[in-house]
């Protein structure tokens, strides 16, 4: 009876190399268009953005201020740089995303990664006032 079917693994195997293949080209032009945002500074990016400078989504100027020094964004430089920070610093705020003075100043956007994050702004010296959750 083992004899009656046909062999499908190599059907099976090439079907997902071309999904793979799909997927990766996909990923490798959402990327692509996602840097050229970056790189152009659109405040299209993230609801977020619309309020903030263009400073805050990317910064051409070579001696523009350290915090606003994100790397490249065709090398996926934003990546880098947001793996940088620490938990404590996300929670205290990012700096150079700023509303005022090109991104440097006032309502600084702060990241809060798990529920009890406002039980830790809470307890600790850090409030919660004039600041943005993400």
């Known amino acids: 009876m083992s004899g009656n079917y046909a062999d499908t693994s190599k059907a099976t195997f090439?079907?997902?190399?071309?999904?793979?293949?799909?997927?990766?080209?996909?990923?490798?032009?959402?990327?692509f268009?996602?840097?050229?945002?970056?790189?152009?500074?659109?405040?299209?990016i993230a609801p977020r953005c619309e309020a903030r400078p263009r400073n805050t989504i990317y910064n051409p100027d070579s001696?523009?201020?350290?915090?606003?020094?994100?790397g490249n964004p065709f090398l996926l430089g934003w990546v880098?740089?947001?793996l940088s920070f620490s938990y404590a610093e996300l929670i205290q705020g990012?700096?150079?995303?700023?509303t005022r003075e090109g991104g440097l100043k006032v309502v600084i956007v702060f990241v809060l990664l798990n529920?009890?994050?406002?039980?830790?702004?809470?307890?600790n010296k850090y409030s919660m006032h004039g600041r943005i959750r993400i």
């Not at 268009?33 to 790189?39: I, K, T, W, Y």
């Open 94 to 98: 990012i700096p150079g995303t700023g």
């Open 80 to 82: 880098w740089w947001v």
């Open 115 to 123: 529920k009890n994050a406002h039980d830790i702004l809470c307890n």
């Open 14 to 31: 090439r079907s997902i190399g071309v999904n793979t293949a799909i997927g990766a080209v996909s990923l490798g032009i959402t990327l």
């Open 63 to 70: 001696n523009c201020d350290p915090s606003q020094k994100r």
């Open 33 to 44: 268009l996602f840097a050229v945002a970056v790189r152009c500074r659109s405040t299209n």
